[in-house]
């Protein structure tokens, strides 16, 4: 795959479309195998949606194309206010996926439809996508960190780490992505600024 970073093979790809204050998202490409269809998850929507849908498109990618939108967390640089309206019925056919602690945060933000699904330790994108899960401290509700095993459970044939709003690195998020073989790393630490939060 010509998208971004090659995970492996036919394993897929990730595209960092964005990564700053001015809007955090990225993109993960699974692609078509005998037992499942191609999966395109977004990392974040900190973008707007038409931005987003541009970004996609030089990449190859429709907006209807996409599965999933998995959300470290819903600070404005990783969740644009455009997407509560842009994901109503009728309009982008993405599940919102949303860790459970920040779900009363998305229900006054308006993101709560019916193709929205908490997650809390580990859940599954698809048959072949699983992400774990590992909270760390970020503001008040923390922020999701994942790694992304694609192929077989036991024996993946890819694994990915993804981190964003990276304060302070602890033991636990190390052995949660050590081994991984793409690791993504969004982190702007300011000491004083992360006293301040």
Known sequence: MALGHDLGGASGALCVLASGSQGNCSVLVVPR??????????????????????????????????????????????????????????????TLRIHRMHMGRAERMGLLYTRCRPFEDRFEAAPNIRFGVEMLAHDDLGVATFRVGIGEQETPDATLGYATDLGRVTSGLIEHLRGVDVLAIESNYCPEMQLAS
């Open 33 to 94: 195998t005998e037992s499942s269809a191609r999966r395109v998850i977004l990392i974040d929507a900190g973008l707007s949606p038409s931005r987003t849908a541009k970004l996609l498109h030089t990449r190859g990618i429709r907006p209807d194309e996409v599965d999933e939108i998995v959300f470290t967390h819903l600070d404005s640089d990783h969740c644009h206010s455009g997407w509560p309206r842009a994901v109503r019925p009728g309009s982008w056919r993405a």
